[in-house]
């Protein structure tokens, strides 16, 4: 009992050290003290572990707290071992892992969120004018959207969509008003996107890109007054289509290595001799490329003639390029999975563009690759996102439906445990997806441009998409696979490997970016330390070394002590705000936090530079981070939604996936540990009493399933922002319209069985319908609700069919 109380009170006052980040004069100070009462007073540890810690408290933690013995045993030789490990960083790996800004993924990584700064984000809210925007203009876009006819007749928008895109400013949403464009906000940009693309991934493609990373983007942010005043209001009014051209054969992921080349030299514009670049280039992949008429291009300048100064090679540089300036090769066009988007590959030889082109001119010759990744946070963060989100939302709201008035063996298939379980997964990615595209907006609407945090959601967001839409598909059967103008999944099925691929393939997201910049972005010392490993005179370094060292082991041990205590508690001893039933989450969260910090911290000490190579280990604390900050959105959306109860199981569902994936990623880190037993030894502080989190169980999933299935406040709320008709003639429409008529059509149904009534198979309908008003089984009102049901759903559940010409007229033209 004397040892229960001992041990009781000696963690109570580590957790209080820990908690309040006491200096290290404090935490000596307790450790004695523990020590001397578990060892002299009350004799509780056994002789061989008493003398150890002893060893370990007198020789090494005293000693730290002695300057001149620290320096010398310690930071001297941690600053050579880690001169010895510090990755090699290239000056294009360094604007990359500079580039943004860190948010609240950083509170993640550190350890210790301040749920606080969580609460107190506003939650994106929409201006009346932008409001207006989206139920004006782009309702009635959607309402003109016809994909099938955009990806099937005429391969392309129709020019009428690509007029009206023009004329009511689709392309300057991110423009300011100065120049003619809307100015509109992150949340608003990322609200229109989804819309757009709930209809027609070709539209939605065609508004995004103009507005994300590309000419207005890099104009606003590095562009001249000149080239800002000639082409900003262009742009706004669609007077110039833009593209943006950086991949080349030879260079996509590693876009840094392009090839392409301009050098510097003198030339002739506009009748006189000026200095410019003659520049070569191949791209490929280019959206809008085909259509555009200002190419934003991406190239290595160099100055081997030196017209500019010593510098010979001056790096990554943008220019803006006229597509009809003579040797611009552009016009033919990729055919990227069915999508109608313009997209197609452009080069040039030797092509003169004067100086005046370059994004900022002379003064950001060569600085263009800095120039992208500061742009690509905000643009990143908001089109995929946006558009994978809508893709999640059509299958919620559709596969719902579907399984509602779809029946095989007289019960609706959104009944069957094995749907059920389809649905679950779609109703709880679609709100945790929705979360994290709100919470980043924030972010954005804050000025922030984070970097982390939009890999972090252009990876999971794009991955939900795939997996609602696949579970969408299966739900759906035929449905979803005969292809024809009643088809409103293939698309988006056929086209999400795009989504993959784009603005950072995922594999190489998720295994290199994530983590790789979430270290160095997020870690409090890791950056500090580099840069004192790098400093020339070695007392100096030596000096601020040991300052940062010895912050970064009081960081180290709190995070240890905390993810030991909180991990011992299952999370009970972690902090966390008052959320009524949603507490637990946010305690399991901040436990996690520090488990990641520690065991984040290890794998950087163990392995240094070489992390970067070990794409699996560093794949996981990806996972773990990301799960980390979903999770945190789910419950700020829920907070943000002011805590409808009824939405409470998609909360539960989308927290509990995303702590059961934390968990499986850090023990994937544990159990793939280089150094074995140090994994062995790490478990022991991470997971202390085992792994206890679980998937979503079968009752939770009934609950989300069930809340796709009827018409609620709550799958209005999962599938807000996407467009929505009741039309019976519209590809959607025909669904919602068929759910209220078949629940409408249920209390009668019930009846007629009540009254033991079967219909005969060989008779019609219609008629059966007759012989039941005229046996008073049921009245002629009650009749015209089943017949309509009955339509509706016929109309709801058909697929196309074409006349045989129309595939061998296809397939001649094609010939031809
Ligand atoms: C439809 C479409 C539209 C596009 N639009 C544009 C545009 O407008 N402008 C533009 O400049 N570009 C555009 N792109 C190019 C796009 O950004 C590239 O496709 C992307 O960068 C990936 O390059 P890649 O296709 O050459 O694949 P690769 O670079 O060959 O990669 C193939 C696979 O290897 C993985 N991989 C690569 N390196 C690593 C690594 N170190 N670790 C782990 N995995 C790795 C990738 O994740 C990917 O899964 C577009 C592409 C498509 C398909």
């Known amino acids: 009992m004397g040892f229960i109380i001992t041990v009781v009170l000696i963690l109570a006052a580590l957790v209080a050290v820990a908690r309040i980040r006491a200096p290290l004069g404090t935490w000596t100070l307790v450790v004695g003290i523990a020590l001397l009462f578990l060892t002299t007073l009350t004799r509780t540890l056994p002789g061989a ?60 990584f550190r350890g210790d969120p301040d749920w606080q700064k969580l609460s107190s984000v506003p939650a994106p809210a929409l201006s009346d004018e932008e409001q207006a925007f989206l139920d004006g203009p782009v309702e009635e876009l959607c309402t003109r959207l016809d994909d099938w006819q955009i990806t099937h007749e005429l391969n392309d928008l129709p020019r009428e969509v690509w007029d009206y895109l023009a004329e009511h400013g689709f392309y300057g949403l991110n423009i300011p008003k100065r120049y003619g464009g809307h100015e509109f906000s992150a949340a608003a940009q990322s609200d229109i996107v989804m819309k757009v693309a709930s209809r027609s991934g070709t539209a939605g493609v065609t508004v995004m890109v103009p507005n994300s990373l590309g000419p207005a983007e890099l104009l606003l942010h590095y562009g001249t007054d000149d080239q800002k005043n000639y082409y900003l209001p262009r742009l706004a009014r669609g007077e110039e289509i833009p593209c943006f051209a950086l991949t080349n054969p030879y260079a996509g992921s590693d876009a840094g290595a392009i090839p392409d080349y301009g050098i510097v030299c003198k030339g002739e514009y506009q009748g006189a001799e000026v200095i410019g670049l003659r520049v070569t280039w191949e791209k ?94 905000v643009g990143r963060g908001i089109s995929l996102p946006a558009s994978a989100t809508a893709g999640a939302k059509v299958a919620a709201r559709t596969s719902g439906a579907y399984g509602r008035v779809r029946e095989q063996f007289n019960v609706p298939i959104g009944k069957f445990e094995g749907i059920e379980e389809a649905l679950a997964r779609i109703g709880g990615l679609t709100y945790l997806m929705d979360a994290a595209r709100r919470l980043t907006t924030s972010a954005l609407v804050q000025g922030e441009k984070p970097s982390v945090i939009s890999a972090i959601v252009k990876l999971h967001l794009t991955e939900g998409a795939r ?94 002590v905390r993810a030991f205590i909180y991990g011992l508690s299952n999370g009970w001893l972690a902090p966390a705000p008052e959320k009524g039933e949603l507490k637990r989450y946010y305690r399991d969260l901040t436990r996690y936090s520090a488990a990641f910090a520690f065991l984040s911290d290890i794998a950087l000490l163990v392995l240094g530079g070489a992390l970067k190579r070990k794409e699996k280990l560093s794949g996981r604390f990806a996972d773990a981070l990301s799960y ?156 015209d609700v089943l017949r309509q049901a009955h339509a509706a759903t016929r109309n709801a559940i058909m697929v196309d069919d074409f006349e045989p010409e129309v595939g061998a007229a296809r397939t001649a033209h094609e010939a031809a």
Not at 347 to 363: A, L, N, Q, T, Y
Not at 514 to 524: E, K, S, V
């Open 628 to 783: 980390m900050f979903l999770c945190s959105a789910v419950l700020k959306h829920h907070d943000d939604a002011g805590r409808p109860s009824a939405d409470l199981p998609l909360v539960h569902w989308a927290c509990q996936y995303c702590l059961y994936h934390v968990q499986t990623a850090l023990d994937g880190v544990l159990r793939n540990f280089p150094i074995a037993i140090l994994g062995g030894l790490l478990r022991i502080v991470v997971f202390p009493i085992g792994r206890r989190h679980r998937m979503p169980d079968d009752e939770l999933g009934h609950e989300v399933a069930s809340l796709l299935l009827s018409p609620s406040d709550t799958r209005d709320r999962l599938t807000q922002g996407i467009y929505i008709t009741e039309n019976p003639d519209d590809v959607t429409g025909a669904l919602e319209d068929a759910l209220h008529k078949v629940i409408a059509a249920e209390p009668v149904w019930r009846s007629i069985r009540d009254a033991g009534v079967k219909k005969p198979d060989f008779e019609d309908f219609d008629a059966w319908l007759s012989r039941l008003i005229e046996s008073d089984v049921i009245e002629s009102a009650d009749a």
């Open 284 to 377: 490929r992949y280019i959206t809008l490329g085909p259509v555009a008429t200002l190419l934003g291009l991406a190239f290595k300048a160099y100055d081997p003639d030196h017209l500019l100064g010593d510098q010979e090679e001056l790096g990554i540089t943008c220019a803006l390029i006229p597509t009809d300036t003579p040797g611009v090769d552009i016009g033919n066009r990729h055919y990227p999975l069915n999508g109608a988007f313009q997209n197609g590959p452009n080069s040039g030889k030797d092509v003169f563009i004067p100086m005046e082109w370059v994004i900022g001119g002379e003064e950001w010759l060569g600085k263009g690759w800095r120039m992208l990744m500061n742009s690509l946070a």
């Open 49 to 108: 572990l008493a003398f150890l810690l002893w060893v370990l408290f007198l020789f090494v933690m005293v000693p730290l707290n002695f300057p001149d013995l620290r320096k010398r045993f310690l930071s001297k030789p941690t600053l050579g071992y880690i001169r010895r490990i510090l990755p090699p960083i290239s000056p294009t790996e360094r604007e990359a892992i500079e580039a943004g800004t860190v948010w609240w993924e950083a509170e993640l």
């Open 467 to 560: 997996q609602a839409i696949n579970d969408a598909m299966d739900i759906h059967g035929g449905r979803g696979i005969c292809m024809g103008p009643k088809n409103y999944l293939a698309r988006g099925y056929q086209q999400i490997p795009i989504a993959i691929t784009v603005e950072g393939a995922n594999i190489l997201t998720r295994s290199m970016i994530i983590f790789g910049q979430g270290a160095m972005r997020c870690h409090p010392y890791l950056l500090d330390e580099i840069a004192a490993a790098s400093e020339g005179d070695s007392e100096q370094a030596l000096e601020r070394f040991d300052k940062i060292l010895m912050g970064h082991l009081g960081y180290a041990t709190v995070n240890k």
